[in-house]
Each structure stands twice: as structure tokens, then as C-alpha cells.
């Protein structure tokens, strides 16, 4: 095993990843069935099972669809090529969306571009009282949503739709839209810019466009870095007020919400 371990994390250098070393734990873990931390509880494993998982990593195959499952807050949920990779910078959305609707025993919550599932379900696994309901243009997205669901256990309504059902009336409208420039495509990492869907990332004044379109009493958004501010403007100009910008771990503004009376 600490041959495997040594090998792999040597082949995921030479290949650009960013963190060999705790790629390769990953990896290792995964083959052994055990957590990271226990990988080194261990002398074999199986070098044909991890052969198959490191050519992909080190085609540059991001992390989570190469497990195949990756934890977002309290869940485990299942990653492929359906849906973008869920992120710690998304976490923070969920939790200003929670803190939102505390108090409130049924709110009524819409996540448009679901993806995964993974911010409706996080919301429905937090907040057993609301009912929540997720749209996705992309019927590959909606299904690997389709498929969390069941494997949770969740009651997440999931159905094909875009910005436009934000219209409908919401207590809470939550979002994660596409917000890399076209411009910035060619220089995201491979991970990005080869595997992860593009019409999930690229996107320029949907922010603005959901702000205006949503009849809803809050709403609550992540930003690409250094866009919060035009973000919360967009917020003011349609009405929205108690406009809070929430910076993720990394010190980045990542979230911006606002409330109308």
C-alpha cells in the first residue's frame, strides 16, 4: 500500500494535480473501502482497482467523478459528468439560504439550475419543514438530481424548467448560476474547462436577469469572485432590500441575498 500510495502520488504530480498527495490518499482510500484517515491502517490493497482509478485522475477526470460520490455539508452524493462538482464555496450559500427561512415552519423554496441536487437537497435534509422544489434545463442534470433524491431519501420535487418558474411566487429563491466569462473558459484548469458541463459554468447577466423575473420574499445567490457588488446593485434596483454580501472560507464574496417586504 505505501508503495501504491508513493507511485500514485508521483504519477498525479507528473500529471499537474494540484494536491497529489491527498489525491492519492483519496484514491487509496476508495480501493480499500476506508475513510482517508485510515488508509494507513493498511499494507495491500488491490493495483488493479486503483490502476484504473489513477489513468483517470491523471487525465485530468476531477476527483469526485472519479470516486463517483462526493460529500457536500451533511449528505454523500453521487458525481459524474451530469452536473458540475459540488463546491465548500456552495456550502456557504446553503447555510445564508437556511438562516433565511429559519423560523418558518413550510417555506416555500425554489433552486433554479439544480444540478446535482445537491443545494435542494441539502436545504430539504436541514430544513425537514420546507418544501422544496428544483429546475434545470438539462435533463441530464435533473436526472442524477432524480437519482440523489432516491438514494436520500428526500422529497425534493424535480422538474424541467428555467428561470422562468421563479416567477411563480416563492418564500425563498436560491441559485448558483452560471457566472465564468467566456473570456476566462481557456484559462480554468482541465478539471474544468474538459470534463465539468460548460453551460453550467459560462454565463454572463444571469444573476441580474433571475433578480428581476423572481416574485419571491428572499433570494439568495452565489457570485463569480469580484462580481458581488454588481450583484447587490441588481438587488436594489429591482427592490430588494437588507442586501448582505457573505464571503466564503476563502475570503471571497461569494453570496449576496436580499429580502422585499
Do not use: C
Request: overall charge negative; cysteine-free.
Amino acid at each position: 500500500m505505501r508503495d501504491a500510495l508513493a507511485d500514485t502520488e508521483r504519477r498525479l504530480a507528473a500529471a499537474g494535480i494540484e494536491t497529489p498527495r491527498v489525491d492519492a490518499e483519496w484514491l487509496v482510500a476508495h480501493v480499500l473501502g476506508v475513510s482517508r484517515s485510515d488508509v494507513h491502517a493498511h499494507d495491500e490493497l488491490d493495483g488493479s482497482a486503483l490502476e484504473s482509478l489513477v489513468a483517470r485522475r491523471e487525465h485530468r477526470e476531477p476527483l469526485a467523478y472519479v470516486l463517483g460520490d462526493w460529500g457536500f455539508r451533511r449528505l454523500t452524493l453521487k458525481t459524474d459528468a451530469r452536473a458540475l462538482v459540488p463546491r465548500p464555496e456552495t456550502e456557504v450559500l446553503v447555510e445564508r439560504a437556511l438562516a433565511l427561512i429559519r423560523g418558518e415552519p413550510a417555506p416555500s423554496v425554489l433552486d433554479v439550475g439544480v444540478g446535482s441536487g445537491a443545494i435542494a437537497l441539502a436545504i430539504a435534509d436541514e430544513h425537514p419543514g420546507a418544501r422544496v422544489v428544483g429546475v434545470d434545463t438539462s435533463t441530464d442534470a435533473l436526472g442524477l438530481a432524480r437519482e440523489n433524491a432516491d438514494r436520500l431519501g428526500l422529497g425534493v420535487e424535480l422538474r424541467a424548467a428555467g428561470l422562468e418558474a421563479a416567477a411563480e411566487g416563492w418564500d425563498l429563491v436560491v441559485a448558483n448560476p452560471p457566472y465564468v466569462r467566456p473570456s476566462e473558459w481557456e484559462r480554468l484548469q482541465p478539471e474544468i474547462r474538459e470534463w465539468e458541463p460548460r453551460a453550467a459554468l459560462v454565463g454572463e447577466g444571469v444573476h441580474e436577469a433571475l433578480a428581476r423575473v423572481a416574485r419571491t420574499a428572499r433570494l439568495v445567490m452565489e457570485v463569480g469572485d469580484g462580481q458581488a457588488r454588481q450583484v447587490a446593485s441588481a438587488f436594489a434596483e429591482v427592490g430588494y432590500g437588507d442586501i448582505r454580501i457573505t464571503a466564503d472560507l476563502a475570503g471571497r464574496e461569494r453570496v449576496v441575498e436580499g429580502r422585499k417586504a
